[in-house]
């Protein structure tokens, strides 16, 4: 009888893990194929196969071999071998594990700035791979704890291990400008970890719709601020002109390369292009975070109440990155998320109130401050951008759960409660319990 196991790593996790007493490595979502045949006297022969699937099979385990049974008295020979299919170095796992990162089904994600959007982006990406190594980069260990609960291997810059992926064929940057001093080269350097080889990979940016004029109707075409006219739109241009000029130096250097030229002329490879994005985020916010906690607040605003507001929730927002960095079609690269409903300063104020979901006790706020309408000190001045983004929704088939700031702060629909678990929520922010 003879037992051959055949290891394949599709849509592996290579999640190498050291040990006090042994360097062998760990292979998760490895496949293994039990083919069990056997033979001998005037009987047929017959087989079977048994697909198995381990989350976590060392590495070293694959390497033995055993010969037993070798007696000739006709009950034939029993063998266990490993065949490599993908070619992986069985008596260096630690080596295997690294080439199991560049095979093509490789869903392995790195998330630079991991916050709210970014942490949400992690949680929605392990529900769809659960295999997946995701890591989120910060600049402190502050909110590592938080982040390890979630499942998302938390590093900093200068603390990823010798067995960590060191490139990704999925990348987020979406850290804000105010984290860094250079925030184009925090960029550039988000660039060099992402590997980008083939279609099955993806590199987003998360930038703003503040790169947009004021007192215009917009959507994903509309043309941008130039240079030098207002300076938190220039370094978010900046920021994208890097993930925008590194995308066309990469195809012209493929362009210039004869085997890629053979492939596009066989029709393969055809959406290999576009694959680092710019993605222009209206105001987020979900139920304890945003324009409104700010507005019930403040007291006094100087501005017009009819000013408006573009928003979109959290949950949508990371939706929509996890749909750019899957797309198909890579012909566009510059998106717009909002909820395509603008609404006035005032009414988010109103909105938030009326739901139920807070009052004008002392006590329902950690700072003490009660909630209350604003009192707006203008009338005139600017009255803001009423944006769309129709060329996004229908590049990547993409609509908000929450169609409106409205939708979500109705008493009969959402009632103001974000859909992620409280147990699970980023950095462990609360729900109100008042919601009515």
């Known amino acids: 009888m003879m037992i051959t196991f055949v290891a394949d790593a599709s849509c592996a996790r290579a999640g190498a893990t050291s040990s006090s007493s042994s360097s062998s490595s760990s292979f998760s979502a490895l496949h293994l194929s039990l083919c069990l045949r056997r033979g001998g006297g005037g009987r047929g022969k017959k087989s079977a196969t048994m697909k198995l699937s381990r989350r976590c099979i060392r590495g070293n385990a694959l390497s033995s071999t ?14 266990i071998r490993v065949i490599n299919k993908n070619n992986y170095d069985m008596d260096h796992p630690m080596y295997s594990s690294r080439r199991l990162y560049d095979t093509p089904d490789c869903r392995n994600l790195l998330v630079v700035g991991p916050g709210v959007l970014g942490s949400l982006v992690c949680q929605k990406w392990l529900e769809m791979f659960p295999a997946a190594i995701v890591v989120g980069q910060t600049n402190s260990t502050k909110n590592h704890e938080s982040l390890e609960k979630l499942g998302i291997t938390a590093r ?8 960590d992926p060191k490139t990704y064929p999925y990348v987020v940057f979406s850290a804000p400008p105010s984290g860094s001093d250079d925030y184009p080269g925090e960029i550039k350097k988000a660039l060099e970890k ?3 080889k083939n279609e099955y990979s993806g590199f987003c940016f998360t930038s703003s719709s503040a790169v947009f004029p004021d007192n215009i109707d917009c959507d994903d075409d509309t ?8 300076p938190r ?10 993930v925008l000029e590194h995308e066309n130096r990469r195809k012209e250097k493929e362009n210039s390369d004869d ?3 053979k492939e ?17 985020l209206a105001g987020l916010y979900h139920s304890l975070r945003g324009a409104h906690t700010y507005f019930m607040k403040a007291g006094t605003i100087e501005s017009r109440p009819d000013a408006l507001v573009n928003c979109i929730h959290y949950e949508d927002a990371a939706d929509l990155v996890v749909k750019v960095l899957l797309r198909e079609d890579a012909q566009r690269n510059v998106f717009l998320g909002c909820d395509g409903h603008p609404i006035t300063r005032e009414d988010v104020a109103t909105c938030a109130l009326e739901s139920g979901c807070f009052d004008n006790d002392d006590d329902d706020s950690e700072d003490g401050q009660k909630h209350s309408k604003p009192e707006f000190t203008k009338s005139e001045g600017p009255v803001g951008r009423r944006m769309t983004c129709e060329g996004t929704r229908k590049a990547l ?7 409106s700031f409205r939708d979500f702060f109705d008493k009969e629909t959402n009632k103001g409660k974000d859909s992620f678990a409280e147990e699970a929520s980023p950095f462990g922010w609360n729900h109100s319990s008042k919601t009515s």
């Open 223 to 230: 043309a941008t601020l130039k240079l030098g006219a207002n």
């Open 233 to 242: 739109a220039d370094r978010l241009l900046n920021a994208e002109n890097v």
């Open 194 to 196: 992402w590997n980008g």
């Open 66 to 79: 055993a010969n037993n049974n070798k007696n000739n008295n006709g009950g034939g020979q029993s063998e």
């Open 259 to 261: 085997a890629v030229k």
């Open 397 to 403: 088939g993409w609509a908000p759960k929450f169609t």
């Open 156 to 163: 900093t810059e200068d603390t990823f291990e010798h067995f």
């Open 264 to 280: 596009k002329e066989e029709g393969k490879n055809e959406n290999y292009q576009n694959r680092a994005a710019v993605l222009r």
